[in-house]
């Protein structure tokens, strides 16, 4: 949602070495590879692609310190700076949306640690929310936000093919919400696992006048992914 508010959806995002060493499910796209923000938002949400979050991240991450003058004019963030201060960027949005106990670390939701001041101690948060504060985000995303009609476009697409800007490679994407051809009151929905949090589920639904919200986290780990 935060790419989506950013207005930036024609601008061209290339890949670094940073985001193209991120761990499966990826896209695969070799460094220096470039293609358009909006075709990649349909890899982020559709096919959780850890490269293509980091590499969204980087984009905007950059042009956030470039446009709050923490670089010099010829300079350029590098990776992980820029990584860390879209991180920032999303733990901003999550205070304004009165998101308590959410804090990000990282912008693919792999499991992360970030030493962090508090008054006069420095502590170590681990990137991590609540089921309650996930649905409130969903809310926000399908319901609340300007971009919520283009969230919802992409979020709710079946598949989505797209070229480099090279036009050398294609690539496809597929939505592996299946609740969305299952349940005619499904809305979106967006699925997840790490490690620590297990396979985990958001999702809204509208039936008549009536919006529902959904999450569940840690409902399980491999080898038990059809229960």
């Known amino acids: 949602i ?22 499966k499910v990826h896209l695969g796209a070799k460094v220096g590879r470039q293609f358009q923000l909006k075709d990649l938002l349909y890899s982020l949400m559709l096919e959780s692609h850890n490269d293509t979050a980091v590499a969204i991240a980087e984009h905007i991450g950059g042009s956030l310190l470039a ?49 962090v001041q508090e008054g006069d101690r420095i502590v170590l948060k681990k990137h991590s929310t609540t089921a ?34 090279d036009g050398v490679v294609c690539y496809s994407c597929v939505n592996h919400n299946n609740l969305l051809s299952q349940m005619p009151q499904a809305l979106t ?26 999450a569940l986290l840690a409902c399980g780990w491999p080898n038990n992914k059809n229960y």
């Not at 935060?2 to 761990?23: D, H, I, K, M, R």
């Open 189 to 214: 929905g967006k699925t997840g696992f790490t490690n620590a949090a297990g396979y985990c589920y958001v999702a809204a639904l509208t039936e008549g006048e009536e919006k529902y919200c959904l």
């Open 132 to 165: 309650v504060e996930l649905a409130l985000l969903m809310k926000y995303c399908a319901f609340e936000s300007p971009k919520k009609e283009e969230f919802l476009q992409i979020t709710r697409s079946g598949n989505y093919t797209f070229w480099d800007k």
């Open 67 to 115: 446009k709050e003058g923490s670089l010099q004019e010829a300079e350029k963030a590098d990776s992980k700076q820029a990584v860390e201060r879209f991180a920032a960027h999303m733990n901003e949005k999550a205070k304004e949306l009165g998101l308590d106990n959410t804090f990000y670390v990282t912008p693919n939701g792999l499991d992360g640690n970030k030493e």
């Open 2 to 23: 935060l790419a989506l508010e950013y207005e930036g959806a024609e601008e061209w995002v290339t890949f670094s070495n940073y985001a193209a060493s991120q761990p």
